[in-house]
């Protein structure tokens, strides 16, 4: 795995629950209303607290404002917890905007890890894989990037590798869900190489 020359971990732990987290921008790509809260979470890998999406919308959206990481890496844990049409939980580099970023996202209903890039709030994959998602418990997704490379790890093993040079300029990191996911992080981690 890539080692990173400055790298930050944040827990959730000492920020106030019932809000989103201050300095983030917790939105949405297309339509709905997403709800991105600091919750307490007696299962949470750093107790006591979560960042949890619990709304509906097109693609929830929660991006740190004060990133802008060109080569380097995002790593979160995730726990899907429900939801009938989507149970994802994903990581979002180079973003420009809740409208423009990449996104690697590991979905518990379908069993799969997929990667895009969404382009004016419009969503395209560009390569994917069939892997065990099981719902209900933590999970880690970490995602290595350098230029165009992607190399994508789901619970510490390398399950995708992808190429693609859609944002190519240093942009923010986040997470995401899908539709009417109910999905607890913790433990988000960014560096720069």
């Known amino acids: 795995m890539l080692t990173a020359v400055s790298a930050e971990t944040i827990t959730f732990d000492d920020l106030k629950t019932g809000a989103p987290p201050p300095g983030w921008l917790a939105t949405q790509t297309g339509s709905g209303a997403a709800k991105w809260t600091v919750e307490s979470d007696v299962s949470a890998p750093s107790k006591p607290n979560v960042l949890k999406q619990s709304g509906q919308a097109t693609f929830p959206v929660c991006?740190?404002?004060?990133?802008?990481?060109?080569?380097?890496?995002?790593?979160?844990?995730?726990?899907?917890?429900?939801g009938k049409e989507?149970?994802?939980?994903?990581?979002?580099?180079?973003?420009?905007?809740?409208?423009?970023y990449f996104i690697a996202r590991a979905n518990a209903l379908e069993d799969n890890v997929h990667i895009y890039h969404t382009v004016k709030g419009r969503r395209?994959?560009?390569?994917?894989?069939?892997?065990?998602?099981?719902?209900?418990?933590?999970?880690?997704?970490?995602?290595?990037?350098?230029?165009?490379?992607?190399?994508?790890?789901?619970?510490?093993?390398?399950?995708?590798?992808?190429?693609?040079?859609?944002?190519?300029d240093a942009g923010m990191v986040g997470v995401w869900t899908k539709a009417d996911s109910t999905t607890a992080f913790d433990d988000f981690k960014h560096g720069e190489k």
């Open 86 to 100: 989507d149970q994802a939980g994903g990581l979002v580099w180079r973003a420009k905007d809740s409208d423009n």
């Open 63 to 82: 991006l740190k404002r004060d990133t802008k990481i060109k080569d380097g890496f995002v790593e979160v844990k995730f726990k899907p917890i429900s």
């Open 124 to 168: 395209g994959q560009f390569d994917g894989v069939d892997v065990k998602v099981p719902s209900g418990v933590w999970h880690t997704l970490r995602v290595e990037f350098s230029g165009p490379n992607f190399v994508i790890f789901l619970d510490g093993k390398k399950v995708l590798t992808a190429r693609d040079a859609t944002f190519a």
